[in-house]
């Protein structure tokens, strides 16, 4: 079923020529003007249309067409005046069945469903230019989703690969012919091309590059490829290993980091007036599953979530897996709150549906928490801890249900639940604790650091806390076991900066594991029989303006996740509340 048939009339309305769609609709014996096809009401404007065309050259809109059953259905048509080459005056044609067009809609809808589908299995990097506006996009597929990796001017793309060092200079030739095979949209086309230019720059692999050029039903050319990446010098590309690398190998949703540097990348690109959404979900319950059930059948189960996930946002959104039964979503072309509201419903109530009863009386469903940029956060480690505190939220209202952050959830309530409170009771508690012995202190005139440090240390069971202040990171505090060292200066060097996460913590579980990336910081730390850490960074890491360090001493535990949590929230507060009244 084709979406349109064309036919030629002459400027009576008669029918010149057809093609076989044509005739199928309205039946190999056409009366001798089409007029008498058009229904009566809609028939003085259709002449009139004619009439005018010579001057109008073009027209288009519905009318109502008697086909050969003597049925009458609404169509759209389009009218092009056109004069050939022995002055004949003509009229093409171009007729859809609107109801028809609706079944061929959802056939192609599904069609380009299962091509993304294959797409994603393959793991390809793909890339489409558009000669008529010379706009070239590079993309993948992450579970059915196109992924955007660049956007922009095919020229400028081509110019800055021949400036970087991505490119060896036994490439170039190489490179450049490719270049000017897809500019000049050649029919098809195969290259083999050793660089870095589709791993950003990341690592040198070899390419299988095929392109062909093709022109839609409505006149638009582009050329299309692939890039697969050289297997143990096989002929044939398999996966890009770059794709992989950005994948989530269970799920086939983006990974962590690759969300996150999707996030940050288009917060950075945002233009004016524009705004995206982050949200994250997990799964209420999960550890149920797994302990009834068994970790395979878990990862079953998140694999369902993404799958939910992804066919509720659509082509509205990309989705990462963060770890576990949690994922985050970066959601685009929010129209407004109650648009909002539909798609994080529509997650929600699919995933109840789905997971109403999955055996011994266990029953899944999502807790969400979003939140928008740049509305409510300036910067995308504001934009996540509000988002993250909209998930706790959910969870402490009842779970099953989406929060969004809003204003009118004061700000003083936003700092003391601060951040990233997760499942069990047992955590909960220690954490309440925690919040419960700052709200304390905090409410007092002059904050009672020493009393902050004892009471949290005593209910973790620490050796020490040791905060650092001022960019030379001078010890000002220690609770706990004496210390002889009296600064943190060690901080700026062996790249221990980077260390820390997008949260501003890093996490030493073992001491002795970090001696080889962080010598200077291990010889530090070991000196003071420091045996694990979790350490938190004031300010950020271009502006450092202290350090917190958490720490065990007398004995090596694996830090647990409350434990992290209660610590990032304590540093927090202590950073923005204490700190900025001294």
Not at 18 to 23: E, I, N, S, V
Not at 268 to 286: H, K, M, W
Not at 317 to 332: N, P, S, V
Not at 464 to 474: F, P, Q
Request: charged letters at 25%; one cysteine or more; hydrophobic letters at 40%.
């Amino acid at each position: 079923m084709e979406a349109f048939t064309t036919a030629v009339f002459d400027m009576m309305f008669c029918v010149k020529t057809a093609d076989a769609g044509f005739f199928d609709i309205f039946g190999s014996k056409i009366q001798r003007s089409f007029f008498a096809y058009v229904q009566e009401e809609d028939l003085p404007q259709l002449q009139q249309v004619v009439e005018d065309l010579d001057y109008h050259k073009q027209y288009s809109g519905v009318v109502h067409l008697r086909n050969k059953n003597d049925e009458y259905r609404l169509f759209y048509i389009r009218l092009d005046y056109v004069k050939t080459t022995q002055e004949e005056e003509l009229i093409d044609a171009y007729l859809m069945d609107i109801d028809n067009a609706r079944v061929i809609y959802n056939n192609v809808e599904e069609r380009e469903h299962l091509v993304r589908a294959h797409l994603a299995n393959m793991e390809l990097l793909c890339f489409e230019y558009a000669p008529a506006t010379k706009e070239f996009n590079v993309f993948m597929f992450s579970l059915g989703q196109r992924v955007t990796m660049y956007e922009g001017d095919f020229f400028t793309w081509k110019e800055n690969i021949a400036a970087s060092d991505k490119l060896p200079e036994d490439q170039t030739e190489t490179f450049s012919a490719m270049c000017f095979d897809i500019e000049s949209c050649k029919e098809s086309f195969t290259y083999r091309l050793k660089s870095s230019v589709f791993t950003k720059g990341e690592t040198i692999e070899e390419n299988i590059i095929r392109c062909s050029t093709s022109v839609t039903e409505l006149g638009n050319t582009y050329v299309v490829g692939t890039v697969a990446s050289v297997v143990n010098n096989a002929t044939l590309g398999v996966e890009n290993t770059y794709v992989r690398a950005y994948k989530d190998p269970m799920t086939g949703v983006l990974n962590k980091a690759s969300i996150i540097r999707f996030i940050k990348t288009r917060m950075a690109n945002i233009a004016p007036g524009e705004s995206i959404v982050i949200a994250i979900l997990d799964l209420d319950n999960f550890k149920l599953v797994n302990d009834t059930f068994g970790h395979l059948y878990g990862d079953k189960i998140i694999i369902r979530f993404a799958n939910i996930i992804s066919k509720c946002i659509g082509n509205r959104g990309i989705i990462g897996r963060f770890g576990g039964d949690e994922f985050m979503i970066l959601l685009e072309n929010i129209q407004d709150e109650l648009d909002l509201r539909s798609v994080l419903r529509s997650i929600r109530t699919s995933v109840e549906m789905e997971f109403k009863d999955i055996g011994d009386n266990i029953s899944l469903t999502t807790s969400i928490g979003a939140a928008t940029y740049p509305k409510d956060a300036k910067d995308y480690d504001e934009l996540f801890t509000k988002t993250d505190y909209c998930l706790y939220l959910s969870k402490m209202r009842g779970k099953n249900r989406y929060v969004m952050f809003d204003y009118m959830i004061k700000e003083h309530h936003y700092l003391n639940d601060k951040l990233m409170l997760k499942k069990d009771h047992a955590s909960l508690d220690r954490i309440t604790y925690s919040l419960n012995v700052m709200d304390m202190m905090l409410g007092q005139s002059t904050p009672q650091i020493q009393d902050i440090l004892a009471a949290v240390g005593e209910r973790f069971n620490l050796g020490r806390i040791r905060i650092y202040l001022g960019s030379d990171l001078e010890l000002k505090y220690n609770w706990g076991k004496p210390t002889d060292e009296m600064d943190f200066v060690c901080l700026y060097e062996d790249f221990y900066l980077d260390a820390f996460s997008e949260n501003k913590n890093f996490i030493i579980n073992y001491v002795s594991n970090i001696e080889v990336n962080y010598p200077t910081v291990f010889k530090h730390l070991s000196s003071s029989s420091t045996q694990a850490a979790v350490q938190y960074l004031m300010g950020n890491k271009q502006h450092v303006s202290g350090l917190i360090s958490f720490e065990m001493t007398n004995s090596t535990n694996h830090w647990t996740d409350d434990a992290i949590y209660s610590f990032t929230i304590i540093g927090y507060l202590l950073e923005k509340t204490v700190f900025n009244k001294m």
